[in-house]
Every structure is written in C-alpha cells, then in structure tokens.
C-alpha cells in the first residue's frame, strides 16, 4: 500500500491550487483525476481567455444560504494574491470590465501555470486515474484506485460541481459527503441560458445572436448587463446571473431601456417626431429587426401621433418591465456552476475540514477565486 500525506481528488482549479500549495509547505501530495487532462474547466472559461479573477470580488458577491462561510478564506486568498503568481510568471493579462481579469492569449496559459506550479512544488499529478472507494482508516484514510491502495493523512475533495458532464463533472463529491455523514443541500443549475418555449420562441430564434444592454430582476434581485437572444431562449451575463435567483414559475422582469424613463421618453418622441412609426423610433435604441419583431409582438406599429396617452403608456410599461416566463434553463449541461451541494455547516470556514470526518475537506466550484481561496485556505491545513 502507498502511504501519502495528502491525496487531492480533482485537479480543476481548486484541487490544483490545494494542491501545489499543500506541496510547497513540504507536504507530499498525490493528486488525482478521473479526466485525461487537468483543469478543463479553466480550459473553456471566460469564452477561452478564463476571467480569472475579479479585483472587486467580495463575500457579498457570493450567493449562498449561509454567507458568513466564505469570508474567512477569500480573506486569506484575495484577487492580489492570485494576480502575484500571474504576474510572477508573466501571463499577460487585462480588465475587460467592473474589474474582471482576462488573459491576453488563452485560458491555457492559467492551467499551464498551476501546472508548473505544481511540478516545482512535487505535486504527484495522476490523470486516467479513478478513486472507487475511501474509508476512514486508523490514522486517516484508505483509498481504493486505479494506482492500487492508497493511505492518506488527509483527504481533499476536488471534485467540482455537476455542471458540464462532458468535461468530467461527477456527483462524487455528493456521495462522498454524504458517506461521511454530511447533507446535501439540493442542487441546481445556476448561470445557465433559459429555455423559452411560449409564443417568445420563435423572436428569440429569429433575433439569435442579437444582444442589448438591460436590467434583468427576479426575487428581488437585479443585474445590468446584457441579454442575449438565443435559438432556444435567453442567455448572456445578465441572464445568466438572474438563473441563479430563479425557480421553475417564477417570472423574470427585463427593463429594456435602463437609461431612460420609457413614459418621458415616449411622450418626447411623440412631440418631436409625430409622423415616425413606433419601429422606427424603436429600431434606433435597438436594432432594426428587433424593434420590427418586438413592436410587431406587442403593438400595432403607426406613427407615434396616433397613439392616445394610455397606449403610449402601455408600452412604455412593456418596454420598462418585460415580463418573460423561462420554461427552463439548459440545465447542467451548459450550465457554469452547480448551486447548493455539500452544506457548509459542516464544514469549518477556516480548514475547509468536515466537521463530521476529520482529515477529510471540501474545496471549490461556484468560481475561481472560490476554487483559488478554498483550495488555498485547506492547504494550510491538510
Ligand atoms: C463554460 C464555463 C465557463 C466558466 N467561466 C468562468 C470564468 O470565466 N470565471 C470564473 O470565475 N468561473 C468560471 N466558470 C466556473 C468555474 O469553472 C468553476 O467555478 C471552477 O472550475 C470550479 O473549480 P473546481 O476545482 O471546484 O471544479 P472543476 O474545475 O469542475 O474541477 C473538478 C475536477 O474534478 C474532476 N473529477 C470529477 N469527478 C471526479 C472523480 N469521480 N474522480 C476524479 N476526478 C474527478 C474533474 O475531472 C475536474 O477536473 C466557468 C464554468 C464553465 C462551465
């Protein structure tokens, strides 16, 4: 049987920050995934340039039932932390907006250097390689895999959420929590395209590719950004942000004009510009073919002399609070991060260790800096 201190299970970004830190400490670490490369996922990010940080990230920016629990580790591992091992190795980067960092070149060059982190460190890095079963052993953990029995001090789950199962995302971490006595809140699909299926299908289908700047809300919760019209429905940041405040019912209000007062606006276009059609003055905010679809949609295009007060108010509601009914979200398999999952009520917020099986810990998901900041915050630890 191998004996080991630390055995990381996942080399995405969490488990590859664990473990080259843990390794650095002196640690010997093996780190584990079931995949044939390591982080995929940083891989596909940020549209393949990986917005690896945000300089603004702050507890209050991560959505959870239980809010106090990422402060103390994001204390610990801030955005300047992060942007040091990038600067240190040269990958070029830039803001793109509201302190989102991007690399220049490819999302390869982050995973590239977590990799080179790790080699330097003595990270034992193990792709192809599957963990079929852990049991809590005298001093730690025995584990059964594809390298034979392992022994291991301690025990970080890497392992990720359920989103994306193409690029190697496993309910295993789910199971593992739970054979150690953990709960499992329900987990759902969160930054995910809505599916639209009612009598909006077939504008979004002929507008795909079109994108507009908004204020999207939902559950009393609201983001300014763009929507982007799609074959199956709605994406975009602001969409994908407002999905993880959604439920199945639930109607999202979309203000299309969020610099300007639609009522004020309209009754202005209507004295300056009498004779212009409606999908005009419209097609100059947004683009033509969407001002023609959604006035088409809506109301009956004329020109704006020839509405009354209490039309031109309608659609100034319409156009200031779009209500849409998503039939759903494109679910796990686009879906940028799982939402609940091991419940960090048992897990202490200082180690990432479970509270209910020492030796063992839970890392990552929900974003990067999370990934950065927990994997970190357990390697201190392990
Ligand atoms: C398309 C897309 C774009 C994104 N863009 C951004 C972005 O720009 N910025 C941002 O902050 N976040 C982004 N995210 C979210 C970000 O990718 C995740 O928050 C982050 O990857 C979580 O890291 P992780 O290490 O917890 O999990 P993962 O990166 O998912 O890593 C988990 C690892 O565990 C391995 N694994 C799973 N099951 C097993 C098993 N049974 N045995 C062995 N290994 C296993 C997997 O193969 C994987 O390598 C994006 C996500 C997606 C899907």
Request: net charge negative; with cysteine; aromatic share 8%.
């Amino acid at each position: 049987m191998r004996s080991i201190d630390v055995v990381v299970i996942g080399a995405g970004a969490a488990g590859l920050m664990c473990a080259l830190t843990a390794a650095a400490r002196g640690r010997q670490v093996l780190l584990i995934d079931h995949a044939n490369k390591a982080g995929k996922k940083i891989l596909m990010s940020g549209g393949g340039r990986c917005n690896f940080t945000n300089v603004y990230a702050e507890p209050a920016n991560f959505f959870s039932e239980n809010p106090h629990f990422c402060k103390s580790a994001l204390a610990r591992y801030t955005p300047w932390d992060f942007i040091a091992m990038v600067s240190k190795h040269g990958v070029p980067y830039h803001e793109k907006k509201l302190g989102q960092l991007f690399c220049d070149n490819k999302s390869r060059d982050i995973r590239d250097m977590l990799l080179e982190e790790c080699e330097q460190a003595g990270v034992d890095l193990c792709l192809d390689t599957s963990v079929r079963q852990i049991e809590k052993a005298e001093a730690g953990y025995a584990l059964s895999t594809d390298l034979g029995p392992v022994a291991a001090q301690s025990v970080v789950v890497a392992t990720g959420g359920l989103s994306i199962p193409t690029l190697g995302a496993t309910g295993f971490g789910y199971e593992i929590a739970r054979q150690f006595g953990h709960d499992v809140v329900a987990t759902r699909a969160g930054l995910v395209p809505f599916i639209i299926t009612d009598q909006l299908k077939d504008i979004c289908n002929e507008l795909s590719g079109t994108s507009v700047e908004c204020v999207v809300s939902c559950n009393k919760q609201s983001f300014r950004e763009n929507i982007l019209f799609t074959h199956r429905g709605l994406s975009g940041p602001a969409v994908l942000q407002i999905s993880s405040f959604w439920h199945l019912g639930d109607a999202v209000e979309i203000n299309l004009l969020p610099d300007r007062d639609p009522a004020e606006w309209l009754q202005g276009q209507q004295a300056a510009r009498p004779n212009s059609d409606l999908k005009t003055v419209l097609g100059e905010v947004f683009t033509k073919k969407m001002a023609v679809l959604l006035t088409d949609h809506w109301f009956a295009s004329k020109p704006m002399k020839q509405y009354s007060p209490a039309e031109l108010c309608d659609i100034a509601a319409t156009l200031g609070a779009w209500e849409v009914v998503p039939a759903g979200t494109e679910g796990y398999r686009t879906a940028e991060v799982t939402l609940g999952g091991v419940d960090t009520r048992q897990v202490s917020s200082k180690t990432m260790e479970s509270l209910r099986s020492p030796g063992l810990y839970f890392v990552g998901d929900f974003n990067f800096q999370w990934a950065w900041a927990s994997g970190y915050a357990a390697a201190q630890f392990v």
